[in-house]
């Protein structure tokens, strides 16, 4: 079953609005990580948040993470429309190897 | 190479055939993946080979699916028997170098008829 799971399936902003997009997950990791994928093909890695740290900051982006509530954010800020795309939240569970495990993703659309 | 490079692009097979897809990993990667993602959906793990050590197969959703990899770099992943189930676009990642981060290819798109 998907380690990850994303909430919302699906967000419909305008641009220069933010983005915010959860991630919640089952079991202890070593780190999460968030990817963008366009119109279906490869993914793009955004940033990577250790299990040790709190907050992340990459450009527009802000990621957050809750391990005791086993949940992370993704917020966009100052969405443009080329932001339009999949978000996933992908973890890297704490068993000795960096096995990815992906959730169903977030479906961005950021209107002009 | 530059980047994780997958073949073919696209792929359109006849229900019943075998079929084989290439991933070359980015040079030096020790770590190399395979999803699945069906139209709309997250990504499905499939397998995970790690330098040496034996590989995680534990999401090859049948026996009709394996894969290989040789001399710790190319991977081949290969469908017997195609399904229209299998229909779907397959994912290649590497990752190595101690950053955790994955590199991933540009996917080949199967369409079983």
């Known amino acids: 079953s998907q380690q990850g799971e994303e909430d919302p399936q699906a967000l419909s902003i305008q641009e220069g609005e933010n983005a915010t997009m959860n991630c919640s997950y089952k079991?202890?990791?070593?780190?999460l990580q968030w990817y963008r994928q366009n119109s279906g093909r490869g993914l793009v890695h955004l940033i990577l948040?250790?299990?040790?740290?709190r907050e992340k900051h990459s450009g527009r982006l802000r990621v957050t993470l809750d391990t005791s509530k086993k949940s992370s954010s993704l917020l966009i800020t100052a969405s443009r429309a080329a932001d339009t795309a999949s978000y996933f939240c992908a973890t890297d569970f704490s068993g000795g190897y960096n096995k990815l495990i992906f959730g169903a993703g977030t479906r961005l659309a950021v209107h002009p | 190479g530059a980047g994780v490079s997958q073949s073919p692009s696209n792929k359109v097979t006849e229900k019943g055939k075998d079929v084989e897809l290439r991933c070359d990993p980015i040079s030096g990667h020790t770590a190399l993946y395979w999803y699945r993602q069906s139209l709309g959906q997250g990504l499905e793990f499939l397998i995970y080979f790690q330098g040496n050590s034996a590989p995680d197969k534990s999401g090859l959703p049948s026996d009709r699916f394996s894969a290989e990899r040789t001399g710790g770099s190319v991977s081949t992943l290969t469908i017997q028997r195609t399904q229209q189930e299998d229909s779907a676009v397959y994912l290649c990642?590497?990752?190595?170098?101690?950053?955790?981060?994955?590199?991933f290819g540009q996917g080949t798109r199967l369409t079983v008829v």
């Open positions: 079991t202890s990791i070593n780190n």
């Open positions: 948040i250790r299990s040790n740290e």
């Open positions: 990642a590497s990752s190595g170098g101690g950053q955790g981060k994955s590199f």
